[in-house]
């Protein structure tokens, strides 16, 4: 069998490197809460992203629309809804979509480092279970790009093209 033609012409791989620049502080405004993205489609809604996460933190319930794969660098956190399960060194944890949960990592320790890809939006809710609003990968990518430039940092991601018509 012959060789594919090519589909996709690269001049340089598409790659990021997080030791290049430092995370962006506060994720939306979520003291504690430092990303690296990697890649962000807002179109398919697909965000892939490095975080730190400080101790003691906990982020707002929230239900998941798509499926998550999220993997533990370093640290340790749980779901408030499974706190004998929680995740360390090297856990992968999949999540399918139609979850609810809330993020913490325990006081105690240091920071705690994942890599995640998120499908789809997170609904988020107060603890009284109260609507406080969505985070989807248009959402996220707003925010990015507006941290890039107001924390003066100059890191890059891969960031997913715009659909458009064919040419004639």
Known sequence: MALPAVQTEQDRLLTVDTTAHPFLKSLGGHAGTDIFPLYLDP???????????????????????????MYTISG????????????????????????????????????????????????????????????????????????VQEQDNGLQYIAAAAPSYSAK
């Not at 179109?43 to 499926?67: K, Q």
């Not at 360390?88 to 809330?102: A, K, N, R, V």
């Not at 997170?122 to 603890?127: E, L």
């Open 76 to 147: 340790c956190w749980y779901y408030t809804e499974y706190p004998d399960q929680k995740q360390t060194d090297g856990c992968y944890l999949f999540e399918p979509g139609g979850s609810i949960h809330q993020f913490n990592t325990p006081a105690d320790g240091g920071p705690t480092e994942v890599i995640f890809m998120l499908f789809g939006c997170n609904v988020n809710y107060m603890p009284d279970g109260t609507f406080l609003g969505l985070s989807d990968a248009g959402l996220i990518k707003n925010w990015v790009d507006r941290a």
């Open 43 to 69: 179109y398919n809604g697909l965000m892939v992203m490095r975080a730190r996460f400080a101790p003691g933190l906990t982020l707002p319930l929230h239900f998941h629309t798509g499926a998550v794969h």
